[in-house]
């Protein structure tokens, strides 16, 4: 929710080293080296759909003009056009004033979870949005914030729900002075946060929620929740702001990957070594449930903006990375425009636009979006294949791999660095590339609208990456399949 990029950063390299934290806001106690890993455990079976779609978080105050539900109802079409599924929608409750921080407070700071910020509209609003949404296939899942509340919550009555210090005085977790720690050693608080979840499902026909600091929370509290919500609604899309593998077994169906994330970031912006993202990638492997997903990021509400850490370049690299690998991509509130308003802590709790206009200046946004979000929709093989890593000829800065099925696979290679790249990759035979805009290649390297075509690669191995240039080769492993369009 509101911890420093350097706190994600330091949990990824834990990743490394076999320790695995567990919430976006601090880490939880970490696997130690003698934990073991949950990779011989199968993870839960996946609501139908939710591997092959692209989330969006929507942060209602600053993503309309209009900062409420009814802004976010008007630009269903533009984003059932982008082709997002899940429509993610930060905490829609009336936010807390006591000890609040910024001139809005934030959204994480819940006063009343039975309740709608009135500034964002009423129930009627979010009943109308939510059938909007449904009338153009999107899923919508809403943000619960089970682990704390606000000082002024309707909860305070029951002086029981709370964590209290041994003077009395109800704690904050953490350093986060602007709410109040939940007990989920009391019953009759389990209890109340169940037959919240079970309202918002059964009144407003929800499908899930985006759980914050769910790694915070006891893992058996989820796993019971799950069970009832299933009951009332089977198929839910649960979410978990988390990377702890226990999640994966029962409650969750996806959650976050900060490790790669952070791995990203120290590539990026500190220039370690690419291949600590294929090292990544293979420890997750080992220490989840078998077939668990994970959603893949690089930017949210509680970062400083991925254009601000990574540059124009490195942003298209990474969504060229979160879009080719497994798991479900996700946009954050303005990024497929390149939008620079500042979102994470203290921005999170001011009144801020996104600038849509962004993409006027920046296109090649708009064009890599528009063009791999249907790209990845129609290509069975980045969505369910098998990945397997390459070996190039300069892995300090080169990420290679491969999307396989039997029929067919996808070689990526992504110049993470703004070094640009002659050299080799570890395969042969003829591939063909696949079109892709190529508006960030001409920014980095000059390159002509000339490569924006299919081509036979008779020269792989060989290899030519400009500075942050990816490029994606197809080939049919099965002479006797049909063919499948990479265009």
């Not at 109040?180 to 979840?197: C, I, Q």
């Not at 959603?295 to 298209?316: K, N, P, T, W």
């Not at 990845?376 to 491969?402: C, K, M, Y």
């Amino acid at each position: 929710m509101k911890t420093s990029i350097h706190s994600k950063i330091l949990l990824a390299n834990a990743l490394l080293v076999f320790a695995l934290g567990a919430s976006a806001q601090m880490p939880d106690v970490p696997l130690s080296p003698t934990t073991k890993a949950l990779g011989s455990t199968e993870a839960r079976t996946l609501p139908p759909g939710l591997d092959a779609s692209v989330i969006y978080e929507i942060f209602p105050r600053s993503f309309s003009p209009e900062g409420n539900l009814n802004g976010v109802t008007k630009k269903l079409d533009d984003l059932q056009h982008l082709g997002v599924n899940v429509l993610w929608l930060m905490p829609l409750h009336p936010v807390g004033q006591i000890q609040k921080k910024g001139t809005e407070g934030s959204p994480y700071a819940v006063r009343d979870y039975y309740a709608i910020n009135p500034s964002y509209g009423t129930k009627d609003d979010l009943h109308r949005l939510v059938d909007e949404a449904h009338k153009r296939n999107m899923k919508v899942i809403i943000d619960i914030v089970a682990n704390h509340t606000s000082f002024d919550s309707v909860m305070m009555s029951h002086h029981n729900f709370y964590k209290h210090d041994a003077q009395g005085k109800v704690l904050s977790p953490y350093d986060w002075t602007d709410v109040a720690a939940l007990d989920y050693t009391n019953p009759e608080l389990r209890r109340y946060m169940t037959d919240m979840l079970l309202y918002w499902i059964k009144d407003f026909n929800l499908d899930g929620f985006r759980c914050d600091a769910a790694g915070e929370i006891p893992t058996d509290f989820w796993e019971n929740a799950r069970k009832e919500l299933d009951r009332v609604h089977p198929g839910l899309i649960m979410l978990a702001e988390a990377s702890k593998p226990e999640l994966l077994r029962s409650a969750f169906d996806i959650d976050y990957s900060w490790p790669l994330m952070g791995a990203l970031n120290n590539v990026i912006e500190h220039g370690a070594p690419a291949s600590s993202v294929e090292a990544t990638f293979e420890q997750e492997q080992r220490l989840f449930p078998k077939h668990s997903v994970h959603m893949r990021m690089f930017d949210d509400h509680d970062e400083q903006r991925a254009l601000a850490r990574y540059g124009v370049g490195g942003s298209l690299a990474a969504a060229a990375l979160i879009f080719t690998s497994d798991g479900v991509p996700m946009i954050y509130n303005g990024m497929e425009v390149s939008d620079p308003t500042e979102s994470g802590a203290p921005a999170l709790f001011e009144p801020l636009k996104i600038w849509w206009q962004a993409g006027e200046m920046r296109p090649e946004f708009s064009r890599f979006y528009d063009f791999m979000i249907h790209f990845r929709e129609r290509q069975p093989t980045l969505i369910h294949g098998d990945t397997v890593w390459l070996h190039n000829s300069d892995e300090a800065h080169i990420v290679s791999f491969l999307r396989r099925t039997a029929d067919e696979e996808f070689l990526i290679t992504i110049n993470l660095s703004n070094v640009p790249f002659r050299g080799t990759v570890e395969v042969s035979d003829a591939w063909e590339e696949v079109k892709v805009p190529v508006a960030q290649r001409r920014h980095n390297t000059g390159a002509s609208d000339e490569k924006n075509v299919d081509v036979r690669q008779s020269a792989l191995p060989a290899l030519s990456l400009g500075a942050f240039e990816f490029r994606i080769f197809h080939r049919n492993r099965n002479p006797s399949a049909n063919r499948t369009s990479a265009n």
